[in-house]
């Protein structure tokens, strides 16, 4: 800006005498108001150009302040879209922790699964010793049995080779009987009964034979009777432990059916924790960038917001400044002018 001049001379009072330098001083003054007009016209273009500066830092002034209004509308959508991501955050951790306590509860269940599965398996040990231990009982009186079939039998052939040597004795005592007869039939000088002696010794021989089959037979039956009852016994025994046992192998089946169950319950469990763990991380990661992003935005917003109220800052001073000069030269055009 230049700066303004004045003629000090300009300021005294005019003298209305005859000078005869007045000719010379209405010359200079009219050099002066040449001068004058001149710098007028370029302060008339200055003013004209300050005035087209005005207007374009005012438009520009308006522009920064709509995009202050924008970048205020942004602030509330970027902090609801913050909150959004933040609230979905924790439902995700929720989702995590339910999931999680849903494991353990189906972790225990397995846990007493896997105990009553052990007792199970347990009592089918000992189960399955006990049919050991009375199979061998059962084998001893199989074979007792047999061995007492084997004492029947041999004592069924003693007592028929006994029949047999009876007979045959009183086959041999009959002959003699008959011998003995004839003898008598021919010396009638003895005296002899021998019908009643052979009669009482068949009798003897009867009764011997006739007491040991009755006691053979007796002492068979004992121990066949014996034989059958304790058969008996044993295989009640055996199908009770039979039954047992299926009894224990169904609920074992089933106890295995049940884990086996449980452990494809906990499998799809654990891959459906694994998977929401994962989505959850995902999901929280996406959304702790989207965070990041979104609070980089805010602080760039921010910082392009002070920059803008720099700016504005620096435009209203400039604009005051002009305002001032303005005033400044308008006040000295309106003291020209009315001079």
Same mark, same amino acid.
């Given at each position: ?10 300021? $005294? ?32 273009? %200055?003013?004209? +150009? ?12 308006? +522009? ?12 509330? &959508? ?47 040990? =000992? ?6 231990? &009375? ?36 086959? /041999? ?10 003898d008598v039939k021919l010396d ?12 009482? /010794? ?7 034979? =006739? ?10 039956r004992s121990k066949c009777e014996? !034989?059958?009852? $304790?058969?008996?016994?044993? *295989?009640?025994? &055996?199908?009770? =432990? ?8 169904? !609920? ?10 449980? %452990?494809?319950?906990?499998? #799809? ?20 960038? #989207? &965070?990041?992003?979104?609070? *980089?935005?805010?602080? #760039?917003? %921010?910082?392009? !917001? ?14 005051? *400044? ?18």
């Amino acid at each position: 800006i230049t700066t303004v001049s004045v003629n000090e001379s300009l300021l $005294t009072p005019l003298n209305l005498e005859i000078d005869p330098n007045a000719q010379c001083v209405k010359q200079e003054e009219k050099e002066q108001i040449k001068c004058l007009n001149s710098r007028f016209a370029a302060f008339i273009d %200055k003013v004209r +150009f300050l005035e087209q500066q005005n207007k374009l830092l005012e438009t520009k002034l308006q +522009f920064f302040q709509n995009r202050e209004c924008c970048e205020s509308n942004l602030e509330p &959508l970027f902090e609801g879209y913050i909150t959004t991501l933040r609230r979905e955050a924790e439902c995700v951790e929720a989702d995590s922790g339910r999931l999680a306590s849903e494991l353990n509860h189906v972790q225990e269940v397995l846990e007493g699964y896997k105990k009553k599965y052990e007792e199970e398996v347990a009592l089918r040990a =000992t189960a399955e010793n006990e049919f050991v231990a &009375l199979k061998k009982d059962v084998d001893c009186a199989y074979l007792r049995k047999s061995d007492l079939e084997a004492n029947v039998e041999a004592l069924t052939q003693e007592i028929d080779f006994l029949r047999r040597l009876y007979e045959e004795e009183i086959r /041999i005592l009959q002959s003699h009987i008959s011998d003995t007869s004839v003898d008598v039939k021919l010396d009638k000088s003895r005296d002899l009964n021998m019908d009643c002696l052979v009669a009482e /010794i068949k009798a003897q021989f009867d009764d011997i034979v =006739t007491r040991s089959r009755a006691e053979a037979e007796s002492w068979y039956r004992s121990k066949c009777e014996e !034989m059958k009852a $304790t058969v008996i016994r044993h *295989g009640e025994t &055996l199908r009770r =432990t039979k039954e047992e046992i299926n009894e224990l192998n169904r !609920m074992i089946q089933r106890l295995t059916a049940e884990v086996e169950n449980a %452990k494809c319950q906990n499998s #799809k469990l654990e891959a459906a924790v694994a998977q929401s763990e994962q989505q959850g991380e995902a999901a929280l990661s996406d959304a702790r960038c #989207k &965070l990041a992003e979104l609070e *980089g935005a805010l602080q #760039k917003a %921010k910082q392009d !917001m002070a920059c803008l109220i720099r700016e504005y800052q620096e435009v209203m001073n400039s604009k005051l *400044g002009l305002d001032i000069e303005i005033a400044t030269y308008r006040r000295l055009l309106e003291g020209e002018e009315q001079r």
